[in-house]
């Protein structure tokens, strides 16, 4: 059965990007965190759960830069 006009609006399109990153112990404590595939992408966070989270806001940041330079 196709999807309807109306049921095709309402259906959210979700693109996902997997990177690999390197997580690794801060000798002043807390985490560094890179993405390999991209260049200057790093950040860092107190833990691992927040350094992840900030590594993910960084490659949105990087992509986009990206992004625009393309245009």
Do not use: W
Not at 14 to 33: C, D, H, P, R, T
């Amino acid at each position: 059965m196709l999807p309807t006009s109306e049921s095709f609006h309402n259906t959210l399109i979700k693109s996902v990007m997997n990177f690999k990153v390197v997580l690794q112990e801060a000798e002043e404590g807390g985490y560094i965190v890179s993405c390999p595939a991209l260049i200057g992408c790093h950040t860092q966070g107190d833990s691992m759960e927040e350094a992840l989270e900030n590594i993910k806001e960084a490659i949105a940041g990087c992509l986009e830069s990206l992004a625009e330079k393309r245009t």
